[in-house]
């Protein structure tokens, strides 16, 4: 019930399935989204399933401001709810409705907000994976580290990530992890075979254990167009070929 609820997973809206049953995450999004919860050994059962909009906006894309119209009933459950530590936000709507999050849903999955007593985890919205399933591993990693947070196995203040946008800021990324004999990298990947032309490197992540940065590489939704890359990579080939440093990696390979 509401009182012993801890955890909470909100979407944006009701489908067309969910008009007709009345029960939020009823359709295909939600059958996906028991493949995860099962997969990261989270029981729907225990977990309180709402959408911050509770009207079918038709073809239409849910928004914001239909989640501000019911943000009315929104605050009551929250409310009513008075052991409730985490909320997993699935779509932009959601994300925005409790923790005002700013810019593309893509670039902000991942991020851990606490607000009062309440920590928020934002990802995608299963239906988004429905239709383009490519995203499905990253969202799936979201629903373990939320799964994480509720079993209490995970520190609920992560590692600050400094994120490289510009040339600049990869320059200053190398320069502050350049200050380290020991550097760990990882690649994330669109495929797994490096000589297959659409498997791209998407972006990497690098940390001496003090400083912790991620350079996006050829995601779509990147910052870097085609000439920039060139430079990118040859910035990154030059720090990680550097015999003074020892490196430890993973899925270097590709």
Not at 4 to 17: K, M, V
Not at 50 to 79: M, W
Not at 121 to 148: K, S, Y
Request: glycine fraction near 8%; hydrophobic fraction near 40%.
């Amino acid at each position: 019930g509401l009182q012993a609820a801890t955890a909470a997973i909100f979407g944006e809206g009701p489908g067309l399935r969910e008009d007709e049953t009345r029960r939020p995450f009823s359709g295909r999004a939600g059958k996906k989204m028991d493949q995860w919860l099962q997969a990261v050994g989270l029981d729907r059962s225990t977990l309180f399933i709402d959408n911050v909009s509770r009207c079918f906006p038709g073809d239409a894309e849910v928004k914001p401001e239909h989640a501000e119209a019911c943000g009315y009933y929104t605050d009551q459950i929250l409310q009513a709810m008075p052991n409730l530590r985490y909320v997993l936000c699935l779509g932009g709507p959601s994300a925005t409705y409790f923790t005002n999050m700013k810019g593309q849903i893509t670039k902000k999955r991942g991020t851990i907000t606490t607000i009062d007593r309440i920590t928020y985890l934002i990802t995608l919205h299963p239906a988004f994976v429905l239709r383009q399933p490519h995203w499905e591993g990253i969202v799936l990693g979201d629903f373990r580290r939320f799964a994480q947070m509720v079993k209490g196995t995970i520190p609920l203040k992560p590692r600050a990530v400094k994120v490289a946008e510009s040339i600049d800021r990869v320059i200053e990324a190398f320069a502050e992890l350049s200050q380290s004999e020991y550097v760990a990298y990882d690649l994330e990947t669109q495929g797994l075979r490096s000589w297959v032309a659409k498997h791209r490197i998407w972006c990497v992540g690098l940390s001496d254990g003090t400083n912790t940065w991620a350079i996006p590489l050829e995601h779509p939704d990147g910052p870097f167009v085609e000439s920039e890359l060139s430079t990118v990579y040859l910035l990154l080939h030059r720090f990680l070929t550097d015999p003074r440093r020892k490196l430890v990696a993973q899925n270097s390979s590709f």
